[in-house]
């Protein structure tokens, strides 16, 4: 397998098991099992760690599938090459970066590991053309 589908692997296990970050914050909550294992129909008063994960994670959501239909598609097409590789690896650390620091609260950094994975979907789409 090529670097960019092991780095597509590896940021789709990051989106599977991200509730890991912020599930100690969710059940050490008053009221935070019941809330669990209930329909959530209220908000759960947690630290704001918590609540970053969480934002945290939804981003990555948000953010895998245009990162996985440019390392497909590159795939697919024959276009992956070493600048794609190198795409695909600056998303996959700039995504991890950037969960670290948005959990810590760290804004500016948070935001330039954003755009290095940014960066890195523009080098693959960059070679698509």
Do not use: C
């Not at 397998?1 to 590896?10: A, E, N």
């Not at 969710?26 to 008063?45: C, H, I, V």
């Not at 630290?47 to 895998?64: D, I, M």
Request: a neutral charge.
């Amino acid at each position: 397998m090529t670097t960019d589908l092991w780095m597509l692997v590896y940021t789709s296990l990051m989106s599977m098991f991200f509730f890991f970050a912020y599930l100690p914050g969710r059940s050490l909550a008053p009221g935070g099992m019941a809330w669990a294992f209930g329909n959530r129909d209220t908000d759960l008063p947690v630290p704001e760690w918590t609540s970053r994960a969480v934002r945290a994670h939804l981003n990555l959501v948000e953010n895998l599938a245009p990162f996985a239909v440019l390392v497909l598609v590159a795939h697919v097409a024959g276009k992956a090459n070493s600048t794609t590789a190198l795409g695909a690896t600056l998303f996959f650390w700039g995504r991890v970066a950037h969960a670290a620091t948005y959990i810590a609260g760290i804004v500016y950094a948070r935001t330039a590991a954003f755009f290095v994975g940014t960066i890195g979907e523009l080098m693959i789409l960059s070679q698509l053309f």
